[in-house]
C-alpha cells in the first residue's frame, strides 16, 4: 500500500507562489509516476502535471510555463512549483502515485486546498 501525505495550500493573492509536497510512505515497491491533479467546485478532477520515475513530465496546457514538477525519487517524494498564480487556480489539489502492478493501481492523497485571492 501507499500513503501520500500533502502539504503546502492555503491562500495566497494574485501573481503569487506557493510550493506543494507530497511524501509517499508504506510498505511498497518502484512507483512509477506521482503528479498533481486538481479539483475546483462543480467540476471534475483534471490532471495538473505529472512526471514518471524516468523524469518525463506532463503538464495541463493551462499551467505551462508557470507551474514546475519535481520529484525525489530516492525519497519518493514529489513537489509542485506554482509561480504567477490566477483566481482559476483556485482548487483541491491532489496528490497520485500510480504503480505499474496488476493492470496499474492509483494512490490519492487527502487533497490541499490551494485559493487565489485577493
Known amino acids: 500500500q501507499v500513503q501520500l501525505v500533502e502539504s503546502g495550500g492555503g491562500l495566497v493573492q494574485p501573481g503569487g507562489s506557493l510550493r506543494l509536497s507530497c511524501a509517499a510512505s508504506?510498505?511498497?515497491?518502484?512507483?512509477?509516476?506521482m503528479g498533481w491533479y486538481r479539483q475546483a467546485p462543480g467540476k471534475e478532477r483534471e490532471l495538473v502535471a505529472t512526471k514518471t520515475s524516468g523524469g518525463s513530465t506532463n503538464y495541463a496546457d493551462s499551467v505551462k510555463g508557470r507551474f514546475t514538477i519535481s520529484r525525489d525519487n530516492a525519497k519518493n517524494t514529489v513537489y509542485l512549483q506554482m509561480n504567477s498564480l490566477k483566481p482559476e487556480d483556485t482548487a483541491v489539489y491532489y496528490c497520485?502515485?500510480?504503480?505499474?502492478?496488476?493492470?496499474?493501481?492509483?494512490?490519492w492523497g487527502q487533497g490541499t486546498q490551494v485559493t487565489v485571492s485577493s
Open positions: 508504506g510498505s511498497f515497491g518502484s512507483i512509477y509516476r
Open positions: 497520485n502515485a500510480y504503480r505499474r502492478i496488476d493492470s496499474g493501481r492509483n494512490y
